[in-house]
Protein backbone atom coordinates (compact mmCIF):
# COMPACT_ATOMS: atom_id res chain seq x y z
CA UNK A 1 0.00 0.00 0.00
CA UNK A 2 2.65 2.45 0.40
CA UNK A 3 4.20 2.25 -2.77
CA UNK A 4 0.63 2.68 -4.69
CA UNK A 5 0.08 6.13 -2.31
CA UNK A 6 3.26 7.22 -3.66
CA UNK A 7 2.29 6.11 -7.11
CA UNK A 8 -0.90 7.89 -6.43
CA UNK A 9 1.07 11.19 -5.39
CA UNK A 10 3.76 11.12 -8.39
CA UNK A 11 0.31 10.90 -10.13
CA UNK A 12 -0.81 14.42 -9.25
CA UNK A 13 2.29 15.66 -9.41
CA UNK A 14 2.35 15.15 -13.61
CA UNK A 15 -1.44 16.27 -13.86
CA UNK A 16 -0.75 19.16 -11.73
CA UNK A 17 2.38 20.28 -13.78
CA UNK A 18 0.75 19.46 -16.93
CA UNK A 19 -2.23 21.39 -16.55
CA UNK A 20 -0.14 24.32 -14.95
CA UNK A 21 1.90 24.31 -18.53
CA UNK A 22 -1.00 24.02 -20.55
CA UNK A 23 -3.26 26.99 -18.51
CA UNK A 24 -0.39 29.33 -18.16
CA UNK A 25 -0.70 33.02 -20.15
CA UNK A 26 2.55 34.37 -19.76
CA UNK A 27 3.27 37.80 -19.29
CA UNK A 28 3.81 40.73 -16.82
CA UNK A 29 0.07 41.98 -17.30
CA UNK A 30 -2.22 38.78 -16.05
CA UNK A 31 -4.23 40.04 -13.36
CA UNK A 32 -5.40 42.66 -15.67
CA UNK A 33 -6.45 40.28 -17.92
CA UNK A 34 -8.39 38.76 -15.56
CA UNK A 35 -10.09 42.00 -14.78
CA UNK A 36 -10.63 42.34 -18.62
CA UNK A 37 -11.87 38.26 -18.84
CA UNK A 38 -14.62 39.59 -15.80
CA UNK A 39 -15.79 42.48 -18.02
CA UNK A 40 -16.32 40.61 -20.83
CA UNK A 41 -18.35 37.92 -18.50
CA UNK A 42 -20.44 40.73 -17.19
CA UNK A 43 -20.65 43.19 -20.55
CA UNK A 44 -24.16 41.90 -20.88
CA UNK A 45 -25.19 43.79 -17.58
CA UNK A 46 -23.45 47.12 -18.83
CA UNK A 47 -25.47 46.93 -22.10
CA UNK A 48 -28.71 46.32 -19.98
CA UNK A 49 -27.66 49.64 -17.76
CA UNK A 50 -27.03 51.38 -21.38
CA UNK A 51 -30.37 50.43 -22.88
CA UNK A 52 -31.92 51.32 -19.74
CA UNK A 53 -30.82 54.76 -20.34
CA UNK A 54 -32.09 54.82 -24.06
CA UNK A 55 -35.64 53.72 -22.65
CA UNK A 56 -35.63 56.71 -20.69
CA UNK A 57 -34.54 58.63 -23.33
CA UNK A 58 -36.86 57.33 -25.99
CA UNK A 59 -40.07 57.77 -23.15
CA UNK A 60 -39.11 61.66 -22.75
CA UNK A 61 -39.06 62.03 -26.64
CA UNK A 62 -42.49 60.44 -26.79
CA UNK A 63 -43.85 62.68 -24.17
CA UNK A 64 -42.56 65.78 -25.56
CA UNK A 65 -44.55 68.57 -28.32
CA UNK A 66 -41.33 70.76 -28.32
CA UNK A 67 -38.92 70.81 -31.42
CA UNK A 68 -36.23 72.32 -29.81
CA UNK A 69 -36.48 69.60 -26.85
CA UNK A 70 -37.22 66.68 -29.62
CA UNK A 71 -33.69 67.80 -31.14
CA UNK A 72 -31.98 67.41 -28.18
CA UNK A 73 -33.70 64.25 -27.05
CA UNK A 74 -33.15 62.84 -30.58
CA UNK A 75 -29.59 63.98 -30.28
CA UNK A 76 -28.74 62.38 -26.80
CA UNK A 77 -30.04 59.25 -28.44
CA UNK A 78 -28.07 59.58 -31.28
CA UNK A 79 -24.61 59.72 -28.49
CA UNK A 80 -26.03 56.58 -26.50
CA UNK A 81 -25.94 54.36 -30.13
CA UNK A 82 -22.82 56.68 -31.70
CA UNK A 83 -20.46 53.44 -30.56
CA UNK A 84 -23.49 50.65 -29.39
CA UNK A 85 -25.99 50.62 -32.72
CA UNK A 86 -24.70 51.84 -35.96
CA UNK A 87 -28.60 51.70 -37.69
CA UNK A 88 -30.30 53.48 -34.55
CA UNK A 89 -28.24 56.32 -34.17
CA UNK A 90 -28.34 56.87 -37.91
CA UNK A 91 -32.12 56.80 -37.32
CA UNK A 92 -31.91 59.74 -34.76
CA UNK A 93 -29.44 61.52 -36.58
CA UNK A 94 -31.69 61.59 -39.79
CA UNK A 95 -34.17 62.49 -37.57
CA UNK A 96 -32.32 66.12 -36.30
CA UNK A 97 -31.19 66.43 -39.85
CA UNK A 98 -34.65 66.59 -41.35
CA UNK A 99 -36.02 68.58 -38.25
CA UNK A 100 -32.70 71.17 -38.96
CA UNK A 101 -33.97 71.25 -42.09
CA UNK A 102 -37.62 71.89 -41.66
CA UNK A 103 -36.87 74.64 -38.94
CA UNK A 104 -33.96 76.67 -40.92
CA UNK A 105 -31.53 75.96 -38.27
CA UNK A 106 -28.15 76.17 -39.86
CA UNK A 107 -26.23 75.28 -36.94
CA UNK A 108 -28.88 72.49 -36.24
CA UNK A 109 -27.95 71.42 -39.11
CA UNK A 110 -24.28 71.76 -39.60
CA UNK A 111 -24.36 69.79 -36.26
CA UNK A 112 -26.31 67.00 -37.37
CA UNK A 113 -24.10 66.66 -40.51
CA UNK A 114 -20.91 66.83 -39.45
CA UNK A 115 -21.95 63.92 -36.42
CA UNK A 116 -23.31 61.86 -39.15
CA UNK A 117 -20.34 61.81 -41.62
CA UNK A 118 -18.33 60.68 -38.13
CA UNK A 119 -21.48 57.97 -38.13
CA UNK A 120 -20.78 56.25 -41.54
CA UNK A 121 -17.16 56.74 -41.19
CA UNK A 122 -16.86 54.81 -38.02
CA UNK A 123 -19.29 52.32 -40.19
CA UNK A 124 -16.66 51.90 -43.09
CA UNK A 125 -19.09 53.83 -45.46
CA UNK A 126 -15.95 56.72 -46.60
CA UNK A 127 -17.25 57.78 -49.93
CA UNK A 128 -20.87 59.43 -48.25
CA UNK A 129 -18.50 60.45 -45.41
CA UNK A 130 -16.93 62.50 -47.53
CA UNK A 131 -19.47 63.58 -49.69
CA UNK A 132 -20.98 65.15 -46.32
CA UNK A 133 -18.12 66.71 -44.96
CA UNK A 134 -17.41 68.37 -48.42
CA UNK A 135 -20.66 69.75 -48.59
CA UNK A 136 -20.07 71.53 -45.30
CA UNK A 137 -18.86 75.00 -45.70
CA UNK A 138 -15.80 75.37 -42.85
CA UNK A 139 -15.70 78.86 -43.37
CA UNK A 140 -19.69 79.54 -41.77
CA UNK A 141 -19.01 76.73 -39.06
CA UNK A 142 -19.26 78.55 -35.40
CA UNK A 143 -15.65 77.99 -33.43
CA UNK A 144 -17.47 75.53 -30.96
CA UNK A 145 -18.20 73.02 -33.99
CA UNK A 146 -15.25 73.96 -36.30
CA UNK A 147 -12.91 71.46 -34.21
CA UNK A 148 -15.19 69.11 -34.14
CA UNK A 149 -15.58 69.08 -37.90
CA UNK A 150 -11.89 69.14 -38.51
CA UNK A 151 -11.34 66.61 -36.17
CA UNK A 152 -13.87 64.05 -38.16
CA UNK A 153 -12.46 65.42 -41.79
CA UNK A 154 -9.11 63.92 -40.10
CA UNK A 155 -10.46 60.77 -38.72
CA UNK A 156 -12.10 59.85 -41.42
CA UNK A 157 -9.09 59.52 -43.45
CA UNK A 158 -7.36 57.90 -40.30
CA UNK A 159 -10.54 55.11 -41.22
CA UNK A 160 -9.24 54.89 -44.49
CA UNK A 161 -5.29 54.71 -44.19
CA UNK A 162 -6.76 51.27 -41.75
CA UNK A 163 -8.54 50.15 -43.91
CA UNK A 164 -5.76 50.59 -47.15
CA UNK A 165 -3.20 49.58 -45.42
CA UNK A 166 0.07 49.23 -47.81
CA UNK A 167 -1.92 50.84 -50.75
CA UNK A 168 -0.53 53.78 -52.52
CA UNK A 169 -2.53 56.12 -51.55
CA UNK A 170 -2.00 55.94 -47.95
CA UNK A 171 -0.05 58.97 -48.45
CA UNK A 172 -2.08 61.05 -49.30
CA UNK A 173 -4.35 60.35 -46.97
CA UNK A 174 -1.74 60.97 -44.22
CA UNK A 175 -1.34 64.38 -45.86
CA UNK A 176 -4.63 65.33 -45.41
CA UNK A 177 -4.85 63.86 -41.67
CA UNK A 178 -1.90 65.91 -40.99
CA UNK A 179 -3.48 69.21 -42.84
CA UNK A 180 -6.56 68.82 -40.70
CA UNK A 181 -4.78 68.32 -37.66
CA UNK A 182 -3.03 71.83 -37.63
CA UNK A 183 -6.92 73.41 -38.78
CA UNK A 184 -7.29 71.53 -35.04
CA UNK A 185 -4.50 72.77 -33.05
CA UNK A 186 -5.05 76.71 -34.91
CA UNK A 187 -8.32 76.54 -32.75
CA UNK A 188 -8.27 78.58 -29.49
CA UNK A 189 -9.48 75.83 -27.56
CA UNK A 190 -6.52 74.53 -25.55
CA UNK A 191 -8.51 71.82 -23.10
CA UNK A 192 -10.84 70.53 -25.05
CA UNK A 193 -10.68 66.56 -26.07
CA UNK A 194 -10.40 67.01 -29.43
CA UNK A 195 -7.21 69.54 -29.26
CA UNK A 196 -5.96 67.23 -26.39
CA UNK A 197 -5.62 64.49 -28.65
CA UNK A 198 -4.88 66.24 -31.90
CA UNK A 199 -2.18 68.06 -29.76
CA UNK A 200 -0.84 64.89 -28.40
CA UNK A 201 -0.86 62.82 -32.21
CA UNK A 202 0.90 66.01 -33.80
CA UNK A 203 3.95 64.97 -30.91
CA UNK A 204 4.07 61.62 -31.97
CA UNK A 205 4.31 62.50 -35.18
CA UNK A 206 7.06 64.99 -34.91
CA UNK A 207 9.17 62.28 -32.95
CA UNK A 208 8.61 63.81 -29.47
CA UNK A 209 7.15 60.54 -27.84
CA UNK A 210 7.66 60.84 -24.13
CA UNK A 211 6.18 64.12 -24.31
CA UNK A 212 3.16 62.70 -25.90
CA UNK A 213 3.08 59.95 -23.15
CA UNK A 214 3.20 62.45 -20.35
CA UNK A 215 0.17 64.57 -22.08
CA UNK A 216 -2.00 61.97 -22.71
CA UNK A 217 -1.51 60.56 -19.11
CA UNK A 218 -2.32 64.22 -17.94
CA UNK A 219 -5.56 64.33 -19.93
CA UNK A 220 -6.82 60.72 -18.79
CA UNK A 221 -6.79 61.89 -15.10
CA UNK A 222 -9.32 64.48 -16.13
CA UNK A 223 -11.61 62.29 -17.81
CA UNK A 224 -13.83 58.79 -15.99
CA UNK A 225 -13.26 55.54 -16.79
CA UNK A 226 -15.91 54.03 -18.67
CA UNK A 227 -16.41 56.91 -21.23
CA UNK A 228 -15.42 57.12 -24.75
CA UNK A 229 -13.04 59.93 -23.88
CA UNK A 230 -11.05 57.63 -21.55
CA UNK A 231 -10.54 54.89 -23.98
CA UNK A 232 -9.64 56.95 -26.54
CA UNK A 233 -6.62 58.44 -24.74
CA UNK A 234 -5.79 55.09 -23.07
CA UNK A 235 -5.11 53.46 -26.51
CA UNK A 236 -3.22 56.50 -27.74
CA UNK A 237 -0.98 56.06 -25.02
CA UNK A 238 -1.04 51.95 -25.81
CA UNK A 239 -0.20 53.44 -29.48
CA UNK A 240 3.06 55.43 -28.26
CA UNK A 241 4.19 52.60 -26.67
CA UNK A 242 4.20 50.27 -29.22
CA UNK A 243 6.09 52.33 -31.59
CA UNK A 244 8.49 52.55 -28.60
CA UNK A 245 9.09 48.35 -28.52
CA UNK A 246 7.47 48.30 -24.69
CA UNK A 247 5.33 45.96 -25.14
CA UNK A 248 4.12 45.43 -21.20
CA UNK A 249 2.95 49.12 -20.90
CA UNK A 250 1.24 48.71 -24.59
CA UNK A 251 -0.73 46.14 -23.38
CA UNK A 252 -1.67 47.50 -20.13
CA UNK A 253 -3.26 50.46 -21.82
CA UNK A 254 -4.67 48.74 -24.65
CA UNK A 255 -6.54 46.64 -21.67
CA UNK A 256 -7.33 49.19 -19.87
CA UNK A 257 -8.63 51.49 -23.05
CA UNK A 258 -10.63 47.72 -23.48
CA UNK A 259 -12.31 47.32 -20.05
CA UNK A 260 -13.30 51.04 -20.36
CA UNK A 261 -15.06 50.51 -23.81
CA UNK A 262 -16.70 47.46 -22.22
CA UNK A 263 -17.86 49.55 -18.90
CA UNK A 264 -19.48 52.13 -21.72
CA UNK A 265 -21.17 49.34 -23.91
CA UNK A 266 -18.83 50.52 -26.81
CA UNK A 267 -19.04 48.53 -29.73
CA UNK A 268 -17.23 50.17 -31.76
CA UNK A 269 -13.71 49.80 -30.69
CA UNK A 270 -10.13 48.93 -31.64
CA UNK A 271 -8.71 47.42 -28.45
CA UNK A 272 -10.17 44.37 -28.09
CA UNK A 273 -8.97 43.28 -31.50
CA UNK A 274 -6.03 44.59 -31.10
CA UNK A 275 -5.18 42.74 -27.72
CA UNK A 276 -6.19 39.74 -29.53
CA UNK A 277 -3.26 40.17 -32.46
CA UNK A 278 -1.21 41.33 -29.24
CA UNK A 279 -1.80 38.24 -27.15
CA UNK A 280 -1.98 35.69 -30.65
CA UNK A 281 1.57 36.52 -31.20
CA UNK A 282 2.67 36.18 -27.45
CA UNK A 283 0.71 32.42 -27.69
CA UNK A 284 -1.49 32.80 -25.88
CA UNK A 285 -3.95 31.31 -28.13
CA UNK A 286 -6.97 30.85 -25.36
CA UNK A 287 -7.08 34.78 -24.49
CA UNK A 288 -6.66 35.84 -28.38
CA UNK A 289 -9.53 33.79 -29.09
CA UNK A 290 -11.71 34.92 -26.71
CA UNK A 291 -10.97 38.68 -27.10
CA UNK A 292 -11.52 38.11 -30.94
CA UNK A 293 -14.77 36.63 -30.46
CA UNK A 294 -15.99 39.80 -28.18
CA UNK A 295 -14.55 41.95 -31.06
CA UNK A 296 -16.48 40.43 -34.03
CA UNK A 297 -19.52 40.40 -31.50
CA UNK A 298 -19.56 43.55 -30.76
CA UNK A 299 -18.65 44.85 -34.77
CA UNK A 300 -21.86 42.34 -36.10
CA UNK A 301 -23.65 44.33 -32.96
CA UNK A 302 -22.57 48.04 -34.67
CA UNK A 303 -22.74 46.48 -38.11
CA UNK A 304 -19.42 48.26 -38.50
CA UNK A 305 -18.23 47.16 -41.96
CA UNK A 306 -14.20 48.06 -41.32
CA UNK A 307 -14.26 46.67 -38.21
CA UNK A 308 -15.40 43.21 -39.32
CA UNK A 309 -12.62 43.28 -41.75
CA UNK A 310 -10.30 44.15 -40.01
CA UNK A 311 -11.31 41.39 -37.27
CA UNK A 312 -11.46 38.34 -40.32
CA UNK A 313 -8.20 38.84 -41.67
CA UNK A 314 -6.94 37.77 -38.19
CA UNK A 315 -9.20 35.39 -37.35
CA UNK A 316 -8.64 32.15 -39.17
CA UNK A 317 -5.07 31.95 -37.76
CA UNK A 318 -6.20 32.24 -34.16
CA UNK A 319 -9.33 29.72 -34.86
CA UNK A 320 -6.62 27.50 -36.47
CA UNK A 321 -4.48 27.62 -33.57
CA UNK A 322 -7.02 27.89 -30.96
CA UNK A 323 -8.61 24.24 -32.73
CA UNK A 324 -4.78 23.36 -32.15
CA UNK A 325 -4.62 23.60 -28.46
CA UNK A 326 -7.91 21.96 -28.01
CA UNK A 327 -7.02 18.97 -29.96
CA UNK A 328 -3.97 18.75 -28.16
CA UNK A 329 -5.62 19.32 -24.33
CA UNK A 330 -7.90 16.23 -26.05
CA UNK A 331 -5.18 13.89 -26.43
CA UNK A 332 -3.48 14.92 -22.68
CA UNK A 333 -6.82 14.21 -21.35
CA UNK A 334 -7.04 10.88 -23.20
CA UNK A 335 -3.55 10.24 -21.78
CA UNK A 336 -4.50 11.50 -18.27
CA UNK A 337 -7.95 8.41 -18.94
CA UNK A 338 -5.27 6.03 -19.17
CA UNK A 339 -3.19 6.89 -16.50
CA UNK A 340 -6.10 6.72 -14.45
CA UNK A 341 -7.76 3.55 -16.01
CA UNK A 342 -4.12 2.27 -15.29
CA UNK A 343 -4.16 3.21 -11.34
CA UNK A 344 -8.06 1.90 -11.22
CA UNK A 345 -6.61 -1.54 -12.38
CA UNK A 346 -3.49 -1.56 -9.95
CA UNK A 347 -5.95 -0.44 -6.93
CA UNK A 348 -8.28 -3.47 -8.05
CA UNK A 349 -5.17 -5.59 -8.05
CA UNK A 350 -4.11 -4.29 -4.57
CA UNK A 351 -7.77 -4.67 -3.14
CA UNK A 352 -7.65 -8.42 -3.89
CA UNK A 353 -4.19 -9.00 -2.36
CA UNK A 354 -5.34 -7.13 0.61
CA UNK A 355 -8.34 -9.59 0.50
CA UNK A 356 -6.03 -12.46 0.98
CA UNK A 357 -3.59 -11.30 3.24
CA UNK A 358 -6.90 -10.67 5.37
CA UNK A 359 -7.93 -14.15 5.51
CA UNK A 360 -4.76 -15.18 6.37
CA UNK A 361 -4.10 -13.15 9.21
CA UNK A 362 -7.81 -14.54 10.33
CA UNK A 363 -6.02 -17.95 10.54
CA UNK A 364 -3.24 -16.05 12.82
CA UNK A 365 -5.36 -14.65 15.34
CA UNK A 366 -5.68 -17.70 17.59
CA UNK A 367 -1.53 -17.85 17.89
CA UNK A 368 -1.83 -14.17 18.72
CA UNK A 369 -4.40 -14.40 21.65
CA UNK A 370 -1.57 -15.99 23.36
CA UNK A 371 0.50 -13.59 23.18
CA UNK A 372 -2.23 -10.73 23.69
CA UNK A 373 -1.48 -9.90 27.32
CA UNK A 374 2.64 -9.56 26.63
CA UNK A 375 1.94 -7.30 23.28
CA UNK A 376 -0.31 -5.04 25.59
CA UNK A 377 2.07 -4.79 28.46
CA UNK A 378 4.90 -3.97 26.17
CA UNK A 379 2.66 -1.62 24.45
CA UNK A 380 1.84 0.05 27.33
CA UNK A 381 5.91 0.56 28.32
CA UNK A 382 6.59 1.39 24.04
CA UNK A 383 3.98 4.24 24.30
CA UNK A 384 5.69 5.69 27.85
CA UNK A 385 9.14 5.23 26.13
CA UNK A 386 7.60 6.67 23.09
CA UNK A 387 6.32 10.16 25.20
CA UNK A 388 9.64 10.51 26.67
CA UNK A 389 11.06 10.22 23.19
CA UNK A 390 8.51 12.42 21.80
CA UNK A 391 8.65 14.60 24.43
CA UNK A 392 12.55 14.95 24.23
CA UNK A 393 12.60 15.63 20.44
CA UNK A 394 10.26 18.13 21.10
CA UNK A 395 12.51 19.74 23.67
CA UNK A 396 15.62 18.88 21.00
CA UNK A 397 13.50 20.16 18.26
CA UNK A 398 12.61 23.65 19.98
CA UNK A 399 15.69 23.98 21.50
CA UNK A 400 17.52 23.64 17.64
CA UNK A 401 15.14 26.11 15.95
CA UNK A 402 15.57 28.52 18.69
CA UNK A 403 19.46 28.42 18.43
CA UNK A 404 18.80 28.03 15.16
CA UNK A 405 16.68 31.42 14.70
CA UNK A 406 18.64 33.35 17.15
CA UNK A 407 22.59 32.57 16.55
CA UNK A 408 21.24 33.65 12.82
CA UNK A 409 19.58 36.63 13.53
CA UNK A 410 21.55 37.93 16.54
CA UNK A 411 24.89 37.17 14.41
CA UNK A 412 23.06 39.40 11.38
CA UNK A 413 23.01 42.31 14.04
CA UNK A 414 26.21 42.35 15.06
CA UNK A 415 27.76 42.68 11.65
CA UNK A 416 24.84 45.43 11.44
CA UNK A 417 26.21 46.88 14.82
CA UNK A 418 30.08 46.86 13.73
CA UNK A 419 28.77 48.46 10.62
CA UNK A 420 27.05 51.46 12.73
CA UNK A 421 29.89 51.93 15.00
CA UNK A 422 32.26 51.89 12.51
CA UNK A 423 29.83 54.50 10.89
CA UNK A 424 29.58 56.57 14.09
CA UNK A 425 33.55 56.09 14.71
CA UNK A 426 34.08 57.70 11.63
CA UNK A 427 31.46 60.38 11.71
CA UNK A 428 33.09 61.27 15.14
CA UNK A 429 36.58 61.45 13.80
CA UNK A 430 35.17 63.63 10.54
CA UNK A 431 33.92 65.94 13.40
CA UNK A 432 37.53 66.15 15.64
CA UNK A 433 39.66 66.25 12.16
CA UNK A 434 37.95 69.27 11.36
CA UNK A 435 37.75 70.88 14.04
CA UNK A 436 34.22 70.53 14.80
CA UNK A 437 34.43 70.53 18.53
CA UNK A 438 30.68 71.71 19.38
CA UNK A 439 29.61 69.08 16.24
CA UNK A 440 31.70 66.27 18.18
CA UNK A 441 30.46 67.25 21.84
CA UNK A 442 26.91 67.12 20.58
CA UNK A 443 27.33 63.74 18.88
CA UNK A 444 29.02 62.40 22.21
CA UNK A 445 26.24 63.74 24.09
CA UNK A 446 23.50 62.29 21.98
CA UNK A 447 21.82 58.91 23.10
CA UNK A 448 20.15 58.41 19.85
CA UNK A 449 22.11 55.58 18.49
CA UNK A 450 21.84 53.55 21.73
CA UNK A 451 17.84 54.27 21.42
CA UNK A 452 17.76 53.37 17.73
CA UNK A 453 20.35 50.37 18.32
CA UNK A 454 17.73 48.90 21.11
CA UNK A 455 14.62 49.42 19.14
CA UNK A 456 16.19 47.24 16.69
CA UNK A 457 17.75 45.20 19.17
CA UNK A 458 14.33 44.27 20.54
CA UNK A 459 12.58 44.45 17.11
CA UNK A 460 14.66 41.71 16.11
CA UNK A 461 14.56 39.67 19.15
CA UNK A 462 10.40 39.83 18.88
CA UNK A 463 10.55 38.67 15.44
CA UNK A 464 13.11 35.96 15.90
CA UNK A 465 10.77 35.13 19.11
CA UNK A 466 7.21 35.16 17.15
CA UNK A 467 8.85 33.23 14.56
CA UNK A 468 9.35 30.11 16.90
CA UNK A 469 6.27 30.77 18.97
CA UNK A 470 4.04 32.56 16.60
CA UNK A 471 0.49 32.49 18.85
CA UNK A 472 2.67 33.05 22.33
CA UNK A 473 0.97 36.67 22.86
CA UNK A 474 -2.79 34.49 22.03
CA UNK A 475 -1.59 31.77 24.18
CA UNK A 476 -0.10 34.05 27.36
CA UNK A 477 -3.19 35.80 27.35
CA UNK A 478 -5.37 32.80 27.74
CA UNK A 479 -3.75 32.32 31.32
CA UNK A 480 -5.10 35.64 32.18
CA UNK A 481 -8.84 37.41 32.57
CA UNK A 482 -10.44 39.36 29.92
CA UNK A 483 -10.01 42.81 32.05
CA UNK A 484 -6.73 42.37 32.32
CA UNK A 485 -5.26 40.64 28.85
CA UNK A 486 -2.59 42.58 27.74
CA UNK A 487 -3.30 44.50 24.23
CA UNK A 488 -0.49 45.79 22.24
CA UNK A 489 -0.40 48.94 19.91
CA UNK A 490 -0.74 48.73 16.41
CA UNK A 491 3.14 48.97 15.53
CA UNK A 492 3.99 46.46 18.86
CA UNK A 493 5.12 43.07 18.32
CA UNK A 494 6.03 42.39 22.25
CA UNK A 495 5.82 44.79 24.81
CA UNK A 496 8.41 45.20 27.40
CA UNK A 497 6.08 43.01 29.82
CA UNK A 498 5.91 40.37 26.88
CA UNK A 499 9.34 40.41 26.79
CA UNK A 500 10.16 39.26 30.36
CA UNK A 501 7.71 36.43 30.10
CA UNK A 502 9.29 35.36 26.26
CA UNK A 503 13.00 34.99 28.07
CA UNK A 504 11.30 32.41 30.90
CA UNK A 505 9.81 30.95 28.29
CA UNK A 506 13.39 30.76 26.12
CA UNK A 507 14.58 29.22 29.52
CA UNK A 508 16.20 32.23 30.83
CA UNK A 509 14.22 32.46 34.33
CA UNK A 510 17.16 34.22 36.38
CA UNK A 511 15.81 37.99 37.14
CA UNK A 512 18.99 39.55 36.91
CA UNK A 513 19.65 38.35 34.13
CA UNK A 514 16.13 39.51 32.23
CA UNK A 515 16.98 43.06 34.02
CA UNK A 516 20.07 43.31 32.35
CA UNK A 517 18.54 41.96 28.85
CA UNK A 518 15.49 44.66 29.35
CA UNK A 519 17.67 47.58 30.40
CA UNK A 520 15.48 47.87 33.57
CA UNK A 521 16.14 47.57 37.29
CA UNK A 522 14.88 43.99 38.85
CA UNK A 523 12.42 45.75 41.11
CA UNK A 524 10.58 46.19 38.14
CA UNK A 525 10.99 42.37 36.86
CA UNK A 526 9.79 41.30 40.04
CA UNK A 527 6.89 43.44 39.74
CA UNK A 528 6.08 42.44 36.44
CA UNK A 529 6.52 38.28 37.54
CA UNK A 530 4.63 38.67 40.54
CA UNK A 531 1.89 41.14 39.55
CA UNK A 532 0.70 39.10 37.07
CA UNK A 533 1.04 35.29 38.34
CA UNK A 534 -1.09 37.21 41.19
CA UNK A 535 -3.79 37.67 38.63
CA UNK A 536 -3.46 35.49 36.37
CA UNK A 537 -6.04 32.35 36.35
CA UNK A 538 -3.40 29.93 37.56
CA UNK A 539 -1.52 31.73 40.42
CA UNK A 540 0.10 28.21 41.79
CA UNK A 541 2.02 27.33 38.76
CA UNK A 542 1.50 30.16 36.11
CA UNK A 543 5.48 30.18 35.30
CA UNK A 544 5.08 26.51 33.89
CA UNK A 545 2.45 26.96 32.61
CA UNK A 546 3.95 29.75 30.41
CA UNK A 547 6.67 27.06 29.73
CA UNK A 548 3.88 24.80 28.48
CA UNK A 549 3.13 27.42 25.36
CA UNK A 550 4.35 25.49 22.12
CA UNK A 551 6.27 26.36 19.74
CA UNK A 552 5.28 26.01 15.76
Given at each position: ?202 LIELGRRQE ?88 NYFSARMRK ?27 FIVLISALA ?208
Amino acid sequence: MKHLSLDMKFLVVILVAVLLQSCGTGGGNSQLFDRLDKAITGSAEFDRKKIGRIDSLSRLLVASDDPRREFELNRQLFLEYKSFVCDSALHYINANIGQAREAGDDYWLALSLIEKADLVAKAGIFTEALEILEAIDSRTLPNDIKDNYYQICGTTYQYMVEYAEGSEYMQAYQAKITAYRDSVLAMPAPDSFIYETEYGSRLIELGRRQEAVESFIESLENYSFGTREYSVIASLIAYVYQIEGDHDKREYYMAMSAISDIHGSVKENLALRALAEFRFEAGDVSHAYRYLRKSMEDANYFSARMRKNQSANILPLVIRAYEAQQREMQAQLKWFIVLISALAVGLVVAVVFIIKQLRTVSHSLNLVSVTKDKLLKLNDELQQTNAALTATNTALTESSCIKEEYIGKFMELCSNYISTLEQYRKMLYQQAASGRTEDLHKSLRSTSIISNTLKEFYKAFDTAFLNIFPDFVQRFNELLPEDDRIQLKEDEKLNTELRVFALIRLGITDSAKIASFLRCSITTIYTYRSKRKKRSLCPVDFDDEVMKIASF
